[in-house]
Every structure is written in C-alpha cells, then in structure tokens.
C-alpha cells in the first residue's frame, strides 16, 4: 500500500503547493515546491494517483508525472472551484483539487500528447494572427471614420479605404504615415496566415480523419482539422455530451419540477464552436438561395419556426454529432434522403 492514496497540486510558474490524503482521507502531506524539485520530489514516491488541473501546463505535468509511473487525473477548473473553502489561496486550492479528484464520476481532460499540443498550436497560431489582422483592419476603419472617410464591410475593402484615404489632401501626413504602417501591419499578417493554411492544407491532406470529416456540409479543412487533432470520440459517451461539451446546448436553470431553458451555456472550446456555428451559418446562406442544394427536409421546417441565428446553432449542434458517429465509426458522411426518396 502507499503512502498515500491521492495527491493533489496546485501548479504555478514557479511554486506548486501539494496536498496529500492517505487512505483515511486525512491531510498528511501539506509541501511547497519549487519548480526544479518537482520530478525529484516523484521519482522517490511509489505509483500514486495524482490531481492536477487542466490549466496552463497541465499537460506537460501530466506527461511528466505517468512518464514516472503515477497515475495523474486532469481535472477542469470549473469542476474544482465548488470545492475551494472560504479564503483562496494556494493551500486551499491543492485541498479542492483533491476533494474533487475523489469524486466519484468525476470528469477528466484526456492528456495530450507532445504531437497534439504542437498539431493544435499551428491552429491555435492560426486564430490568434487571424484576431489580430481583424483588430488592425476595425482600427483602420475607426481612424478613418475620424477623417470623415468610410469604407465598405469586409477585409477585402481595407485595401481600397486606405488607398482613398493616402489620396484625401485634408488628412494630414502624419495621421497617413500611421495608416501606411497600418498597411504594412495587415500584409504583414497576411503573409504569415497564408504560409500556416498552407502547413495546415497539408496536414488536412495526410489526415485521414480530418479528409472524412470535411465531406460534412459546412464543414471545412480548418474545422475538420481541429475536429481531429482537439476531439478524442472515445472521451465522449455520444455525439450530445459532444455538443454538449462544446457549448452548443442551452444552460438549463430548472427548479421545482419546471424546466427552464436558456441560451447556449458557451462552454468548452470556443474556437471550436465558433468554427461550428460560422460553417452552420454558411449552410443555411447558400440553402435559402434559390436551388439551394443544402436544404433537408429537417433544415427547411427549422428554418420556418426558428430565426436563422438560432438555426445556426440548432445546425451546428447536429454536425457536433454527425462528427461524433464518423470519428467513432469510421464511417464518411451520407446526406439525408428527401422525404420523396423515402416513400419510393
């Protein structure tokens, strides 16, 4: 039997705070550690069970620490913070961590391989360069609204609005020299998304996973791809705790035997259900167009009841699952049968 039967640690830049219980549930292990200790500290400790949080180099401990034979449980934040006690601090943070670690039925993050992290970091990179080039072209837009120059919506029309404003002899040089460096900045952006999509084309190409996921409507290289580096199917019982997971089902604020449904609880990863509810989006845009070949039958009586921005979620809910079946099944995509096929 070990010394212990669970070990908590609240992780940090450079002190992490241990809470130990033995196998009475008592506190008998209260320890700071600096960062350098750590693997030292574990390597002279028999298997253990361990608890971590799935923060910010939670994976990498993880590894660290079954690399080292124990047993680690990655929990979410979320999970642990009922369990804090009044007064926040890294002690109390390490016993929640515990407490929650010996729930039963508590929910754990799959750790990440060193591959994973680095497949998802290209993507990651991707978003965060793609954030930034829209905040440079909205400051744009801003600054010369200030100079009484207003441009057309969309990324495309940056270019033209800073042409019209280098040729408007009441902005002064100096207001023009910072929309050139502006310029610079966007193209700059530009040309480093351009080189990730095409890492990313190739990735999609070699991924088989992501190749099946991408016959889905609305469902592109980018999502498929983020949809089979970031989901591991088997951590999820069905295709709704997917949904779920990833924020597209309504927070549920339920008492007394009433239900009481309200938005979208936005959990999970959020660029994930982004690139979910944006593809949804583009369904319904091209299935309401005349001919429009994406319109189901389950689409077209949604669409008659639901505003589009609902639909929009109700679809991106439904390709949540249909990715769920394909990835556990390793079945491609069928599209749905019209109620005429049907009947004949």
Not at 103 to 128: C, E, F, N, W, Y
Not at 233 to 243: D, N, V
Not at 303 to 329: F, Y
Request: glycine share 10%.
């Amino acid at each position: 039997m070990t010394q212990y039967k669970r070990i908590a640690i609240d992780t940090s830049k450079a002190v992490f705070t241990l809470h130990g219980i033995d196998h009475a549930e008592r506190p008998t292990l209260r320890l700071n550690l600096r960062r350098g200790q750590m693997i030292d500290f574990f390597t002279r400790l028999p298997p253990t069970e361990i608890a971590l949080e799935a923060c910010g180099g939670g994976h990498h401990w993880a590894r660290e620490l079954t690399a080292l034979g124990h047993e680690v449980h990655l929990i979410p934040p979320q999970y642990v913070t009922p369990y804090v006690k009044r007064g926040k601090n890294d002690r109390n943070d390490a016993a929640a961590i515990c407490e929650a670690g010996g729930r039963p039925g508590m929910h754990v993050v799959p750790v990440k391989s060193i591959d994973q992290q680095a497949q998802g970091m290209v993507l990651k990179v991707r978003g965060t360069l793609v954030d930034q080039r829209t905040q440079l072209c909205n400051t744009v837009r801003g600054h010369a609204a200030e100079f009484g120059v207003v441009g057309g919506k969309g990324r495309g029309q940056v270019a033209v609005l800073l042409s019209v404003v280098e040729q408007q002899p009441a902005i002064p040089p100096e207001a023009k020299a910072m929309f050139v460096v502006l310029g610079q900045q966007i193209d700059a952006l530009d040309a480093r998304i351009q080189h990730i999509d095409g890492r990313l084309a190739a990735a999609h190409k070699s991924n088989p996973v992501s190749q099946r996921l991408a016959t889905i409507p609305g469902v592109g290289p980018i999502t498929a791809l983020t949809l089979a580096i970031e989901i591991d199917p088997g951590a999820f019982e069905s295709g709704r705790h997917l949904a779920a997971w990833a924020g597209l089902t309504p927070k549920e604020h339920s008492t007394g035997g009433k239900p009481r449904m309200g938005g979208i609880s936005r959990a999970g990863n959020e660029r994930l259900r982004g690139l979910l509810v944006s593809g949804a989006t583009s369904v319904i845009q091209a299935a309401v167009r005349p001919g429009g070949r994406q319109m189901t039958e389950w689409l077209r009586a949604l669409l008659l009841r639901k505003p589009r921005k609902l639909a929009a979620v109700a679809l991106a809910n439904k390709m949540a699952r249909i990715a769920w079946a394909m990835m556990t099944t390793g079945e491609t995509y069928r599209r749905p049968l019209s109620a005429a096929a049907v009947a004949a």
